[in-house]
């Protein structure tokens, strides 16, 4: 089912969507409170579950691949078992509409540029953009390795983010399980410390994180749709030990 937001508010860029587990270190055996955020640089608004825009809400563990349970409406959105586990939320597509203005500098400020040049071309640039946008969010607990789960856009940490041990890490993005080139990703922890790259021809890039705490990698991909446009946010966040 599709959902319709007007979001007449909106800021100049998109906002990212990401998985927040109460905690990325829990006891064995803890329950593990996990809640979706929605906003800007990792400052952000809660998301309660809601049935009409999951699509999958999944953990993957040493169990199994099951769905993360919750009750409607609420904040956190689920619940899961402590242990390494690799969580996962795709939604259903929404629909937002913005202005000329403010669509075309959110396309730059995601590093969409050659839609710009695509709206141009279809002499679109002075209109307003009708948009439907999906989430495609993951969360490394525990100290997992990341996998793949099959979602739309999907970024992949090649090595455990865990245990780079200085390294930078690698990451490959797919759209429709194929390698998305030239797309922008973008790392990011609240200490306002970011660092970005584009994927070459084989979907991958590699990125250096510096200190702990939580960070969170993203990155966005748009494709026309008739006469609207589709995007798809991938996002994956993780803890990293240390100050």
Same mark, same amino acid.
């Given at each position: 089912?599709?959902?319709?937001?007007?979001?007449?508010?909106?800021?100049?860029?998109?906002?990212?969507?990401?998985?927040?587990?109460?905690?990325?270190?829990?006891?064995?055996?803890?329950?593990?409170?996990?809640?979706?955020?929605?906003?800007?640089?990792?400052?952000?608004?809660?998301?309660?579950?809601?049935?009409?825009?999951?699509? /999958?809400?999944?953990?993957?563990?040493?169990?199994?691949?099951?769905?993360?349970?919750?009750?409607?409406?609420?904040?956190?959105?689920?619940?899961?078992?402590?242990?390494?586990?690799?969580?996962? $939320?795709?939604?259903?597509?929404?629909?937002?509409?913005?202005?000329?203005?403010?669509? %075309?500098? $959110?396309?730059?400020?995601?590093?969409?540029?050659?839609?710009?040049?695509?709206?141009?071309?279809?002499?679109?640039?002075?209109?307003?953009?009708? /948009?439907?946008?999906?989430?495609?969010?993951?969360?490394?607990?525990?100290?997992?390795?990341?996998?793949?789960?099959?979602?739309?856009?999907?970024?992949?940490?090649?090595? %455990?983010?865990?245990?780079?041990?200085?390294?930078?890490?690698?990451?490959?993005?797919? $759209?429709? %399980?194929?390698?998305?080139?030239?797309?922008?990703?973008?790392?990011? %922890?609240?200490?306002?410390?970011?660092?970005?790259?584009?994927?070459?021809?084989?979907?991958?890039?590699?990125?250096?994180?510096?200190?702990?705490?939580?960070?969170?990698?993203?990155?966005?991909?748009?494709?026309?749709?008739?006469?609207?446009?589709?995007?798809?946010?991938?996002?994956?966040?993780?803890?990293? /030990?240390?100050?």
């Amino acid at each position: 089912m599709r959902v319709v937001y007007l979001l007449a508010a909106l800021s100049l860029q998109g906002h990212d969507m990401w998985i927040e587990p109460a905690t990325f270190w829990p006891a064995a055996g803890q329950t593990v409170a996990i809640k979706l955020r929605v906003g800007q640089e990792l400052l952000g608004d809660p998301i309660p579950r809601s049935s009409r825009l999951i699509r /999958e809400f999944v953990v993957v563990d040493g169990a199994g691949r099951r769905t993360v349970m919750g009750r409607e409406g609420s904040d956190p959105a689920g619940y899961v078992r402590g242990g390494e586990a690799v969580i996962g $939320y795709w939604s259903h597509p929404s629909l937002v509409e913005l202005d000329a203005e403010k669509f %075309n500098l $959110y396309l730059k400020e995601e590093g969409l540029e050659s839609l710009l040049a695509e709206r141009a071309r279809r002499k679109q640039s002075g209109m307003a953009a009708r /948009e439907q946008f999906s989430r495609c969010a993951k969360s490394l607990v525990a100290g997992a390795g990341d996998q793949l789960l099959g979602f739309q856009l999907e970024l992949l940490a090649e090595r %455990n983010p865990h245990a780079l041990g200085g390294s930078a890490l690698p990451l490959r993005l797919l $759209y429709e %399980n194929r390698p998305l080139a030239g797309a922008l990703v973008v790392a990011m %922890n609240r200490r306002g410390e970011k660092v970005s790259a584009r994927t070459g021809k084989d979907g991958r890039v590699r990125l250096e994180l510096k200190g702990g705490g939580m960070w969170m990698v993203k990155a966005v991909h748009m494709v026309p749709a008739g006469e609207e446009w589709a995007s798809y946010w991938a996002s994956l966040t993780f803890g990293l /030990e240390g100050k």
